[in-house]
């Protein structure tokens, strides 16, 4: 690396004679033309060391005293030269030997550094700021530290960084360290620009920008007066760039004479622009991550939930919870082990299952449980997910408030349905009693008064036939009034309307619920097409599907818990929605399949028999049927077929 | 029973009012049949009793029972009704009428008549 200028001397040897105590007593013609002198008599007779600057006496004192000791002394220190440019000399001291064997005299001998060396210096100086990077100095210091070492390269050289506000327009300090004061402030918060000295218009244009004469540039203009009153002449600047060649700022180089750069240091500057360009990305990912990092943490304080962190074989590793008295157990007594010794078998068995889904599909996996905390149950959901490569992180909430309040909205809506039922029951009896109450009374009243006309003599033939008459009138009568109800219950005021059959069967299902997580039934879906639409009632429906739901878990109740699963099913065929409702519980006697859809038949303790009657006839009056079957294995399957909206099959 | 007795019968419906005239003629009884409590009312005969529907349209079994009694009129009742009905219209307690639910036995309402006169008879 070449520092000096042409003009300068050259960087040669020089060469000087010292005494025992270091003081000069001869230097060379060379020596003297670099020190701008041609007379010796300033120079012979001062100490040695004096002529260093100040920090680097004590180096200098201490090679003098390694050769006065009779081995040889060296020493590296800069010297500026009075032409401005400076530079590092190599020093070694050697003593000389007297007659006597002693040491008389000391040699010196100072060499300009040499490239390698030089370049030696700036590599270690590059590695300091990187490691201070790395280490998280903060940023002022870093890019102080660089403007510190790009300035050691020559003297009389300022450096100083300015950064670009988010906001792309204004200039902010960076480093300036050697740079006055006054000019740096006025620097600070000024807008970038085409004119704007050195630095903004770097910064404007994104490319390099080289001043020679701050004080005749038109670039200046505005921030002239105060640089050439500070003395500032020469300004070099190249834009620091982030590694998406967005502008971050600018590392510029001053001289306080008009002066060029050389290929040398435009390379320099762009290699300090880079350096800072790390710096400052480097300083703006840590700030994003720390911010990202204190927002994670003000989530965990906010947030309700429990979280845990787990190997894929089900090892507790971490948790995060706001209270412990959340926790099942107490931290030592599940971390570092196994979620099988820790969680009952069965819902360790639920969570291995889906940690190997959600491990398998990258999509989260959401499950349902409870446990018995401090003596009561409570209801939790927990979603798991992959996290740290094959970890699993699982968020556990209490949802027991919300899951008692549906379950208390299902027992009320049982309790509506139920009371709907009574009710409608009620009515349709009390119709029925009143409406065939008369033609029974008719048919009561002539058959016994024909009864009575039979004994009479004479046999009073005509009133016997007109009493016969007037019995079959009535019961016919009678009949007519029960195929009236039959039609009004299965005509009703059914709506037509194209429902959707899956929507239709999900509402059923979360309708369901609170009922099937009571009874602890699981539930799967087997659903067909989306947007397969049925013509019909939404609500008749509904009612029928929800009677087949509800039956199912009825039947099941005196199965084992671990087998109370409930499979809906829909599917499309020869023209036919279909609605599958299938249990594994007790199944249909085969002498009582054929009377299962009847009106007041019930098999069950409780209940009315009038919920399959019901549904039928709601079939029925959709131009569709319902049949029941037993299942190969366990349990019953009720099936409703249903006309498809504006299909075929309707018709 | 021994003697026909003199009977009315107020009904609205056509075949129960023509199965009860038909049952208690063949029982012996002479009977005369209204469809409503205005016919009734508007040619009140001499009968020693009077089978009354609950449910009548316009003016109601009872209604027709309490204006009889108001005008001394006082013969004796024997109510019928197609259902419980609605509480109004059945007869009250206090008005002593034997009442039966529709449909009923030949005996039963022979039994119900033979009360309500006998009640009659035996009051003071």
Known sequence: ?651 | MGEGLVLAVVEDDDEVRAALHRLLRSMGHEVRVFSSAEEFEADPPAVDCLILDVGLPGMCGPELGRRMQRRGAAIPIVFISGDAGPPRERPAPDEGAPSLAKPFDAEQLEAAIARAVSARRHAP
């Open chain 1, 1 to 651: 690396m070449k520092r000096t200028e042409p003009g300068d001397t050259e960087p040669g040897r020089d060469c000087w004679v010292l005494d025992l105590d270091g003081r000069i007593l001869y230097i060379d013609p060379a020596g003297l033309a670099l020190r701008g002198s041609e007379r010796p008599e300033g120079i012979v007779g001062r100490l040695f060391e004096d002529l260093w600057p100040e920090e680097h006496r004590q180096a200098a004192t201490g090679a003098i005293a390694q050769a006065r000791s009779g081995a040889i002394g060296s020493m590296q220190a800069p010297l500026a030269s009075p032409a401005g440019a400076g530079g590092w000399w190599d020093v070694t001291v050697t003593p000389v030997i007297g007659a006597g064997g002693n040491v008389a005299q000391l040699l010196a001998v100072s060499r300009g550094s040499s490239a390698s060396r030089l370049e030696q210096q700036f590599l270690v100086g590059q590695q300091q700021v990187l490691e201070m990077i790395a280490t998280g100095v903060r940023l002022e210091e870093v890019l102080t530290c660089l403007v510190q070492l790009i300035e050691r390269h020559a003297a009389g050289m300022l450096c100083t960084v300015l950064l670009l506000d988010d906001d792309g327009i204004h200039v902010r300090h960076g480093a300036a360290p050697s740079l006055p004061r006054e000019f740096a402030e006025a620097v600070d918060g000024s807008p970038i620009g085409p004119r704007a000295g050195s630095c903004g218009t770097a910064m404007y244009l994104g490319q390099t920008v080289v001043v020679t004469d701050i004080g005749s540039d038109a670039l200046w203009a505005n921030h002239r007066d105060l640089a050439v009153a500070q003395g500032l002449r020469a300004c070099w600047s190249a834009p620091i760039l982030c590694s998406q060649k967005k502008v971050l700022g600018s590392f510029a180089m001053y001289y306080r004479a008009p002066r060029g750069p050389s290929p040398e240091e435009l390379r320099l500057i762009e290699t300090a622009a880079r350096m800072a360009s790390i710096a400052i990305e480097h300083q703006r990912s840590q700030e994003a991550l720390r911010r990202s990092e204190e927002r994670h943490r003000a989530t965990l304080r906010a947030l309700p939930d429990l979280m845990f962190v787990l190997s894929a074989d089900g090892v507790f590793l971490d948790y995060h919870v706001r209270d412990t008295s959340d926790l099942l157990a107490p931290p030592e007594a599940f971390l570092n082990k196994r979620m099988h010794d820790v969680l009952p078998p069965a819902l360790a068995e639920s969570f291995r299952r889906a940690f190997e889904r959600t491990l398998a599909t990258n999509e989260p996996e959401r499950l349902e449980y409870s446990l018995e905390m401090h003596g009561h149950p409570r209801f939790y959901e927990a979603r798991v997910v992959r996290c740290d490569g094959d970890k699993i992180l699982s968020i556990v909430r209490d949802i027991t408030d919300q899951r008692r309040a549906e379950l208390d909205a299902a027992a009320h809506r049982q309790e509506l349905a139920h009371l709907n039922r009574v009710a409608m029951l009620g009515e349709i009896s009390g119709a029925l009693a009143h409406e065939l109450s008369q033609p029974l009374t008719a048919v009561l009243a002539n058959a016994q008064a024909a009864r009575r006309l039979l004994e009479h003599d004479p046999l009073d033939k005509r009133e016997l036939i007109a009493a016969l008459d007037d019995v079959i009138t009535n019961d016919k009568r009678a009949g007519a009034i029960i195929d009236r109800l039959r039609t009004l219950l299965r005509k009703g005021d059914i709506s037509r309307k194209p429902v959707n059959l899956n929507d239709m069967t999900r509402e059923v299902l979360d309708l369901a619920h609170g009922d099937l997580l009571a009874r602890g039934v699981s539930t799967s879906t087997r659903l067909a097409a989306e947007n397969t639409l049925v013509l019909g009632d939404r609500v008749q429906l509904q009612q029928v599907v929800l009677n087949l739901v509800l039956n199912a878990c009825d039947a099941m109740s005196s199965t084992q818990p671990a087998e109370r699963r409930l499979e809906v099913a829909t599917a499309v065929a020869d023209g036919f929605a279909e609605v599958a409702v299938s249990d594994r519980g007790v199944g249909i006697r085969q002498d009582q399949l054929a009377l299962i859809f009847e009106p007041f038949v019930t098999f069950r303790e409780q209940g009315l028999g009038l919920g399959l009657a019901i549904s039928r006839s709601i079939v029925v009056a959709h131009q569709g049927r319902i049949v029941a079957e037993n299942n190969v294995d366990r349990g019953a399957t009720f099936r409703c077929f249903l006309p498809l909206a504006g299909g075929a099959g309707a018709g």
